[in-house]
């Protein structure tokens, strides 16, 4: 899931190859960076959930995932709309004949498809952190397992010499 919203976040491009705003932006491709953001943020919001629902989420080290996976959830939902909003502007932009509103809404879109991406970046390094918590953890797991681990039922206590005493 990291790596989808990383690699969406890379991938949907504004800009054309020489950093300017197309004369007449895609509006069905915007808004298919709406769409697909939106579903990157729906499947985060069912990893938060399902891992909420889970035991696991009461440790100290669940909590603390869980908080990132909040974090991932939240971050990502906002994605969307900026997208959304830059959609919009692309379909106003060939109707704006006004050089200081053709600026306006070109700058519109650049901040609201850039503020997208970076939504969808930041969600991407809360669930690589909720990731790394949760590798952390299981690393030392897995090396205090051995030293925790005994062979066989646990061995009685020594006795006391001199019996039972009252």
Known sequence: MKDKLHDAAQRWELLDENGHVPAAPSYTALLQHATDAQDLSREVLRLADAFARSPHHTTR???????QLATAATISSHAAPHFTETAEAAL???RT????DRHYLTNRMVIDHASARAFLRRASESL???GK???DHLGVQ???APLTRREGPPEPPPSRPGGLHR
Do not use: C, I, W
């Not at 080290?61 to 908080?67: I, S």
């Open 61 to 67: 080290t669940g909590r603390t995932v869980l908080k």
């Open 92 to 94: 106003s932009l060939p």
């Open 97 to 100: 004949t006004n050089p200081t």
């Open 128 to 130: 690589r952190d909720a």
């Open 133 to 135: 918590e949760l590798d």
């Open 142 to 144: 897995r090396f205090l």
